[in-house]
């Protein structure tokens, strides 16, 4: 799993101010960039879990940006905002409100990128961490959950909100490794694995469907601790907190970035979404032999 | 008389798996959702054998074992452990709270039943 794609929002004019060419050569990250010309039309990725962050060019208007970085910060505070500008005057037309980066144009590159390396270069994430946790996540679903479940999408992303309308958030905490996972489905999806659980029993009500998802954070979870501690890395599990609906008052929000992973099944309308965000990182995976745990799903007397 | 199991599991998912599985597989089951009501239900009623998970609110799966290896003629009831939590400390800890078994999170069905069937016909054996 070499390939964590982060997606940066670049809203810029025809005039095209920013190089995106250079900027995708020079970064140290893999991005995708999506452009769009207008406040109107970039918007509609405040809410979305896949951008990580937005670049905007005051040429589109200088009250427009400012609107747009209002508005992320209402929708999904903690989404890194940059600002280039043509102006000199730039941070009076913010008011209280701070973007990540103001830079004046034209752009130093080197600049955007060390500070977008700071933002969105988490060091949680090396290669074999990514590797291991998300095997580790997708083994665990097929094996409890969705049978032959596979990642279908995965991204890098600086701030989450839920993905999907029920959610459940579960800490993690040790001497090495702190942080969280979120898991999110729909209502649709969870009455079909839990009809697929436990197929005698009466449709779930709402508060069952929350249960499952809290309880598919818990094993999900349980699933990664069993891989990282082979590579060194222990920690507690907590329990998880369960919430249903967009508007919900818990957004888990952290700069050390996370990795966001859209696992189905079979059946394409089986999708999960599972967020790893980890706040901090003090050691690395280091491969080590089998530790003489149980192995999941087996009776091990004692 | 069918043996009765206590179910210990702040999960209701949970719960209702291993409901479907155990009386599929012959038991009578009762519940709990945390570690208090499950040690409650453990001391005043007549219990063959506990399913519990460790993390819950309230106290937790060893905690509530530690407790009722204290309640005279309850400390030598079976317990299973049944959790996501796999590492060599927290086994440890299970023993010393007096667990019989440890199973890690999902659980496969017939093991469970195979696991359970053998510890009971010990336990009648040693009866």
């Known amino acids: 799993m070499k390939h964590v794609p982060k997606r940066l929002l670049v809203e810029m004019t025809a005039r095209n101010v920013i190089d995106l060419d250079k900027l995708n050569e020079s970064c140290a990250h893999p991005f995708e960039l999506v452009t769009e010309s207008n406040v109107f039309a970039a918007s509609r990725w405040t809410t979305s879990p896949d951008v990580t962050a937005f670049i905007v060019d005051s040429s589109v208007g200088e009250v427009a940006a400012v609107e747009l970085f209002r508005r992320l910060q209402q929708d999904s505070s903690g989404v890194p905002f940059v600002y280039v500008s043509h102006e000199s005057a730039v941070l009076s037309c913010f008011g209280p409100l701070l973007p990540d980066l103001i830079l004046r144009s034209p752009i130093n590159y080197e600049v955007l990128l060390a500070r977008l390396d700071e933002l969105l270069g988490s060091p949680a994430f090396s290669e074999i961490m990514i590797d291991v946790a998300t095997k580790g996540i997708v083994a665990t679903m097929a094996r409890a959950f969705i049978p032959n479940a596979e990642i279908h999408a995965l991204r890098f992303r600086a701030c989450q909100h839920p993905v999907h309308e029920i959610n459940a958030t579960i800490p993690l905490c040790g001497e090495a490794i702190s942080g969280h996972v979120s898991v999110s489905a729909s209502p649709d999806t969870l009455k079909r694995l839990y009809h697929r659980m436990v197929p005698h029993r009466p449709p779930p009500s709402g508060r069952m469907l929350e249960d499952l998802v809290g309880e598919m954070s818990n094993q999900l979870l349980g699933g990664l601790k069993g891989v990282l501690t082979t590579g060194g890395i222990d920690f507690a599990l907590g329990i998880p907190m369960m919430y249903t609906g967009s508007s919900c008052p818990v957004r888990y929000r952290c700069r050390s970035g996370s990795i966001l992973q859209y696992i189905r099944g079979s059946d394409p309308a089986d999708e999960v979404a599972v967020d790893l965000a980890l706040y901090s990182v003090r050691k690395g995976y280091e491969e080590s032999e089998a530790t003489g745990t149980p192995e999941t799903g087996e009776l091990a007397f004692l | ?127």
């Open chain 2, 1 to 127: 008389m069918l043996a009765k199991i206590l179910v210990v599991d702040d999960s209701a998912t949970i719960r209702h798996q291993l409901r479907a599985c155990l009386e599929s597989g012959g038991y009578d089951v009762i519940e709990a959702e945390n570690g208090a009501l499950g040690l409650e239900r453990a001391t005043n009623e007549t219990v063959d054998l506990i399913i519990v998970d460790i993390n819950m609110p309230v106290m937790n799966g060893l905690e509530m074992l530690e407790a009722l290896r204290a309640v005279p003629r309850k400390a030598s009831i079976p317990a299973f452990i049944l959790s996501t939590e796999s590492s060599k400390s927290m086994v440890e800890r299970g023993k010393k709270c007096g667990a019989t078994a440890w199973i890690v999170k999902p659980f496969k069905p017939e093991i469970l039943i195979k696991g359970i069937a053998h510890v009971l016909a010990k336990a009648r054996g040693a009866a």
